[in-house]
């Protein structure tokens, strides 16, 4: 644990002297007032916007920030077109560029840009800042090369240290896990609404990052992210399923492993028996010929789960979870 919490600390360290010089380079662009292309690297939304509420602190310029969103297909126009509109005649000290990662057609919107990329030059005399990830920098790599050469320097890498990316799976599962707990059998197979599609993004991100690192994740936090992500795709129950069986193989080792399993382990094993259960309900509903053999094997797994709530003493979500059985047991009368 001694060299986690040390490589913990270092990596904070070097992420503060990292947002100093970051500030001291737009500082200096702004004081000469020219155009200066920055690229800062983070691979995480949450982190990012935690950054840049912290460069805005420590940063004597004031930056005008733009949030790209998903329709957006010119990047010059739409920065162009806000400046004008928000600071009318008053020219910005700063511009910084976030949410790439969410424009829809982002090779269309980059390629345009390395057109236009004279048009940056001629119009914004400070200096603009680009928040990318590693999906959007080999984009502006591929479309928009000429644009990119711009930058100054090389790109500033805020990259997160193991144990924060650890921390940050499994902040991402356990409000997954209270979503699913507090919904009930109400929840379906929708996938949480306490988890936007950009929380999920970096749940896959992170798990990736991990692997890179040849990190394994412990069996537990492995297991509940096979059932978030599974929960992810509710219109590909194929995809789900697969998901949620490598999640039970998991949750089965686990639990067999200890004569007297960890509450928590119980509770989030017997949600995912509970999702398991309503897939095989679907299937039913899709395939009338084998409805019978589906609603078996719903009900199969909607017991398991019952039974996993029971362990645990979890009366409360055996109540919350029965509708569905009861459903099965009516259907195979």
């Known amino acids: 644990?001694?060299?986690?919490?040390?490589?913990?600390?270092?990596?904070?360290?070097?992420?503060?002297?990292?947002?100093?010089?970051?500030?001291?380079?737009?500082?200096?662009?702004?004081?000469?007032?020219?155009?200066?292309?920055?690229?800062?690297?983070?691979?995480?939304?949450?982190?990012?916007?935690?950054?840049?509420?912290?460069?805005?602190?420590?940063?004597?310029?004031?930056?005008?920030?733009?949030?790209?969103?998903?329709?957006?297909?010119?990047?010059?126009?739409?920065?162009?077109?806000?400046?004008?509109?928000?600071?009318?005649?008053?020219?910005?000290?700063?511009?910084?560029?976030?949410?790439?990662?969410?424009?829809?057609?982002?090779?269309?919107?980059?390629?345009?840009?390395?057109?236009?990329?004279?048009?940056?030059?001629?119009?914004?005399?400070?200096?603009?800042?680009?928040?990318?990830d590693d999906r959007v920098y080999s984009q502006f790599l591929r479309s928009a090369r000429d644009l990119e050469s711009w930058g100054t320097g090389s790109i500033l890498d805020f990259q997160l240290s193991t144990p924060d990316v650890m921390k940050f799976i499994q902040q991402v599962i356990d409000l997954g896990f209270t979503q699913v707990l507090a919904a009930g059998a109400a929840g379906g197979l929708t996938h949480g609404q306490n988890l936007s599609n950009q929380q999920l993004a970096d749940l896959r991100r992170a798990r990736q990052d991990l692997q890179h690192r040849q990190v394994r994740l412990p069996p537990d936090l492995e297991a509940s992210v096979e059932f978030i992500l599974g929960r992810e795709i509710p219109n590909d129950p194929n995809q789900s399923q697969q998901h949620y069986q490598r999640s039970l193989d998991l949750w089965e080792d686990i639990l067999g492993a200890y004569p007297s399993p960890n509450p928590e382990h119980l509770i989030r094993s017997g949600c995912v028996l509970f999702h398991m259960g309503l897939l095989y309900r679907t299937y039913a509903n899709q395939d009338r010929n084998q409805d019978q053999q589906h609603y078996l094997r719903a009900r199969d797994y909607f017991v398991r789960s019952h039974y996993c709530f029971e362990q645990a003493k979890r009366p409360d979500l055996v109540a919350k979870f029965i509708n569905p059985l009861g459903e099965s047991l009516q259907r195979l009368e």
């Not at 002297?17 to 004081?31: F, M, P, R, Y």
């Not at 004031?62 to 329709?71: A, H, S, V, W």
């Not at 004008?84 to 345009?112: N, R």
């Open 1 to 132: 644990m001694t060299n986690l919490h040390s490589q913990d600390h270092h990596q904070h360290a070097d992420h503060k002297q990292l947002l100093n010089k970051l500030a001291w380079v737009i500082e200096k662009g702004a004081s000469v007032k020219e155009f200066t292309l920055i690229f800062a690297h983070c691979n995480y939304t949450e982190w990012r916007d935690h950054l840049i509420q912290d460069l805005v602190e420590v940063c004597s310029v004031e930056i005008f920030q733009i949030g790209l969103t998903p329709e957006v297909t010119q990047l010059y126009r739409t920065i162009y077109t806000l400046i004008q509109s928000q600071l009318a005649q008053q020219p910005p000290q700063g511009i910084m560029v976030y949410g790439f990662e969410v424009v829809t057609d982002l090779e269309q919107l980059l390629k345009l840009a390395n057109r236009v990329r004279e048009e940056f030059r001629k119009q914004f005399h400070v200096p603009v800042l680009f928040w990318v």
